[in-house]
């Protein structure tokens, strides 16, 4: 099957700073990148498509400019949070095209 | 909209007992999928249901997917502590996005 790489796993940041997190898909092309969230104890929600070449898609609820999504190429998206705060301290999880069959390794991000 | 619910949320299981997970969706899918998630870890799929009366078992997971009923069920035969984790459901909505069930944390106890 695909195959999704997802970095970094974990990270730590102040509040107020931006992180960065990136999918790469390995072994095909992904035009498009779904990306969810999961807070503790919570399914997952989707919280935005990217497409590659195009503007990403945002689900109801999601500030587009909080959460910065590029997807410059068919092998990597990423998902930029700005001025992270507490709240926004969760899991994040990438799966690409091929929905539902793969997701990438997900991203603990903690804000303090 | 596709809403998609499980139940129950919370399982707690003997080794070696039968018990069955219910996945009740609320609109046409595409399909059906159940996945496994350990605590920290991403989602590892389980099964992809595809069409009215479709069943696929892997050890001792059996799912099935009624249509018509709108509802998937994940039967777990003869549990072992292995199989400790939270299971989800989800469907498929317009333009391929994902909608979860609530999950369905599973504690199979010796």
């Known amino acids: 099957g695909a195959v999704v790489s997802q970095h970094p796993s974990r990270v730590i940041c102040k509040s107020g700073t931006s992180v960065k997190i990136e999918c790469r898909s390995l072994?095909?092309?992904?035009?498009?990148m779904f990306w969810y969230r999961q807070f503790p104890k919570q399914s997952l929600m989707l919280m935005a498509t990217s497409n590659e070449g195009s503007k990403a898609t945002y689900e109801q609820g999601v500030e587009k400019d909080k959460f910065l999504i590029n997807h410059a190429s068919l092998t990597l998206s990423t998902l930029t949070v700005t001025s992270a705060h507490p709240e926004d301290s969760s899991f994040y999880i990438c799966?690409?095209?091929?929905?539902?069959?793969?997701f990438g390794s997900g991203t603990r991000l903690t804000v303090v | 909209e596709l809403k998609v619910e499980q139940n129950p949320l919370f399982l707690s299981m003997q080794e070696g007992k039968n018990y069955t997970i219910y996945c009740n969706y609320s609109?046409?899918?595409?399909?059906l999928y159940w996945y496994r998630q350990d605590p920290g870890k991403s989602l590892e799929s389980l099964f992809v249901?595809?069409?009215?009366?479709a069943v696929k078992q892997e050890g001792r997971l059996m799912a099935s997917l009624d249509t018509k009923a709108r509802l998937s069920t994940l039967h777990i035969t003869a549990a072992v502590h292995d199989l400790s984790a939270t299971y989800f459901c989800?469907?498929?909505?317009?333009?391929?996005?994902?909608?979860f069930g609530q999950g369905t944390e599973l504690s199979v106890k010796p």
């Open positions: 799966s690409p095209t091929l929905p539902g069959d793969t």
């Open positions: 989800a469907g498929n909505n317009q333009g391929g996005k994902l909608i």
């Open positions: 072994d095909f092309q992904a035009t498009t």
């Open positions: 609109t046409t899918s595409d399909r």
């Open positions: 249901l595809l069409s009215n009366g």
